[in-house]
């Protein structure tokens, strides 16, 4: 793969004084992906983490051809918790990705909180799920916040602090035991992270190398999450033409 030089002007067809050999056959790969925008960086980011350290050509959509070579791929951490399948957030975000706004070259990467593991954990008579709209299930009695049941025994909540807060109302104690769900609280410091957050209404909060969107976020609400969070110089030398 080589890189021309051309003469200065303005004319239609110009000589050309030298070139740049980009690559060498070597170092060289070709990929024909006919459902991917050559011109979208995360696209094409995912296309660098699967050659890396190669240069790769890629014939893409309406046979588009580009390259990229030393890009730098940027991990987003998604943190959502399920039921409801598959992550809401998770798809909020590849949609964002796919958009051609997001001027990054991220990788998502999912860390799902399934919050059906976390009946294993439960040692009480009675386990109590935040909504019947997720469909959970236990191996014991189980019970469901939104319903506002009679409690006969002792539960165990398996929630966000919102769900913790709502029992509190409902029942005027605190649950017996509380298992935490909250995105929130799943976050690794120093990663950044996007996760859906009760607290906000709309648009989208950052602290540090977080970014909190509403619950009931909306594509372009993600998206201007996403470049707040990698906002600054980019880290990649060699981009989509």
């Known amino acids: 793969m080589v890189e021309l030089r051309k003469h200065p002007g303005s004319g239609l067809f110009r000589d050309l004084d030298g070139y740049?050999?980009?690559?060498?056959?070597?170092?060289?790969?070709?990929?024909?992906?006919?459902?991917?925008d050559v011109l979208n960086l995360p696209a094409m980011a995912e296309v660098q983490a699967r050659h890396p350290g190669k240069a790769v050509v890629v014939r893409g959509m309406f046979s588009h051809i580009s390259y990229v070579k030393d890009l730098e791929p940027q991990r987003l951490v998604v943190v959502d918790n399920v039921p409801p399948s598959p992550s809401k957030l998770g798809v909020l975000?590849?949609?964002?990705?796919?958009?051609?706004?997001?001027?990054?070259?991220?990788?998502?990467?999912?860390?799902?909180?399934?919050?059906?593991?976390?009946?294993?954990?439960?040692?009480?008579?009675?386990?109590?799920?935040?909504?019947?709209?997720?469909?959970l299930t236990a191996d014991r009695p189980f019970l469901f916040l939104d319903d506002a049941p009679e409690v006969d025994g002792e539960v165990t909540l398996i929630g966000c602090h919102l769900s913790r807060r709502?029992?509190?109302?409902?029942?005027?104690?605190?649950?017996?035991?509380?298992?935490?769900?909250?995105?929130?609280?799943?976050?690794?410091?120093?990663?950044r992270t996007i996760v859906k957050c009760c607290k906000v209404k709309q648009g989208h909060e950052r602290d540090g190398d977080v970014v909190r969107v509403p619950w009931g976020a909306t594509v372009p609400e993600v998206v201007e999450a996403i470049n707040d969070l990698f906002s600054g110089p980019s880290e990649r030398a060699r981009v989509p033409c």
């Open 166 to 191: 709502i029992y509190r109302e409902l029942y005027g104690s605190d649950v017996p035991v509380f298992i935490n769900v909250c995105p929130a609280d799943y976050v690794v410091p120093g990663e």
């Open 93 to 135: 975000v590849r949609r964002a990705l796919a958009s051609g706004f997001v001027e990054h070259p991220i990788i998502p990467e999912d860390r799902i909180i399934d919050m059906a593991d976390r009946v294993s954990e439960v040692s009480t008579p009675i386990v109590m799920f935040p909504c019947r709209v997720s469909h």
């Open 20 to 36: 740049e050999i980009v690559s060498l056959p070597e170092d060289t790969v070709f990929e024909e992906i006919p459902d991917l």
